[in-house]
């Protein structure tokens, strides 16, 4: 929180699978406590009767003082049963419901609504969407970024989440933005809503991860006055791939 604090600039955290593994100093709710108390933090435990720590919104608002865009952070949780192998976690349907609900409440007073979410472990639809843009479906939108983990590798969890697809229907979230894949920098737009790995600037994940550049950096998010988003890779060195393991979009060639 120093670290942070020191920028002057309000600050938000969302938890991952790492955070509070066998062996940490302290567990996810005493971590957001500690986040929490940051100078310049607007981070929050949120409710406890719901899984996770630390689902909390964020309200922008306009002039008139009606919530112009939301910000949700999720806890999308650590692992299946509580250890590593039983495979990851998701966000589940209590989140669910109570991000649902409290959007559409405040959509009673804006009608023309929008919101961001973001958490840790991707969606499964991140994977589904890239596959069927692989197969050649042109509904599905490339925005920029690859997927560069070995294999093509998406670390998803086995298990169903409906947050995509309530997402989906209620039509307000229009961004969905999370890591947990250090290499992976894809964007999309995938039922309206644009799905994005955030860049990393990890340098301990992999073994000979240093060494690697492309997915090194920042993602910048607008909100501009008329109300539209836009989302920008923001590398820290040198130009994030715009390769997606042999296909490329045509506009990057004009």
């Given at each position: 929180?120093?670290?942070?604090?020191?920028?002057?600039?309000?600050?938000?955290?969302?938890?991952?699978?790492?955070?509070?593994?066998?062996?940490?100093?302290?567990?996810k709710d005493k971590l957001?406590?500690?986040?929490?108390?940051?100078?310049?933090?607007?981070?929050?435990?949120?409710?406890?009767?719901?899984?996770?720590?630390?689902?909390?919104?964020?309200?922008?608002?306009?002039?008139?003082?009606?919530?112009?865009?939301?910000?949700?952070?999720?806890?999308?949780?650590?692992?299946?049963?509580?250890?590593?192998?039983?495979?990851?976690?998701?966000?589940?349907?209590?989140?669910?419901?109570?991000?649902?609900?409290?959007?559409?409440?405040?959509?009673?007073?804006?009608?023309?609504?929008?919101?961001?979410?973001?958490?840790?472990?991707?969606?499964?639809?991140?994977?589904?969407?890239?596959?069927?843009?692989?197969?050649?479906?042109?509904?599905?939108?490339?925005?920029?970024?690859?997927?560069?983990?070995?294999?093509?590798?998406?670390?998803?969890?086995?298990?169903?989440?409906?947050?995509?697809?309530?997402?989906?229907?209620?039509?307000?979230?229009?961004?969905?933005?999370?890591?947990?894949?250090?290499?992976n920098t894809l964007s999309?737009?995938?039922?309206?809503?644009?799905?994005?790995?955030?860049?990393?600037?990890?340098?301990?994940?992999?073994?000979?991860?240093?060494?690697?550049?492309?997915?090194?950096?920042?993602?910048?998010?607008?909100?501009?006055?008329?109300?539209?988003?836009?989302?920008?890779?923001v590398p820290l060195d040198?130009?994030?791939?715009?390769?997606?393991?042999?296909?490329?979009?045509?506009?990057?060639?004009?």
């Open positions: 929180t120093k670290f942070m604090d020191a920028f002057q600039i309000p600050y938000v955290i969302v938890l991952g699978n790492h955070d509070a593994e066998k062996g940490a100093f302290y567990r957001m406590t500690l986040f929490a108390k940051g100078k310049y933090s607007i981070c929050a435990r949120g409710k406890k009767e719901i899984s996770g720590i630390g689902n909390y919104m964020i309200q922008l608002k306009d002039t008139s003082n009606k919530t112009a865009l939301a910000l949700v952070m999720l806890d999308s949780n650590m692992y299946s049963n509580s250890w590593f192998f039983s495979g990851f976690d998701w966000i589940h349907e209590d989140q669910t419901d109570w991000c649902m609900r409290r959007l559409e409440k405040l959509k009673e007073s804006n009608p023309k609504l929008k919101a961001l979410a973001f958490f840790h472990i991707p969606p499964a639809e991140m994977k589904e969407a890239y596959e069927k843009m692989k197969l050649g479906d042109h509904s599905i939108r490339y925005q920029h970024g690859s997927i560069a983990e070995s294999g093509e590798y998406f670390g998803i969890s086995n298990n169903k989440s409906t947050f995509f697809s309530k997402a989906v229907k209620a039509g307000i979230i229009k961004g969905m933005f999370f890591g947990h894949d250090h290499l999309l737009i995938y039922h309206g809503i644009q799905l994005t790995y955030g860049m990393s600037i990890d340098y301990l994940g992999y073994p000979k991860i240093g060494k690697k550049y492309t997915q090194r950096g920042g993602t910048l998010i607008t909100r501009r006055l008329d109300g539209t988003i836009a989302v920008k890779p040198r130009v994030v791939s715009n390769r997606i393991h042999g296909i490329r979009d045509s506009r990057n060639d004009r």
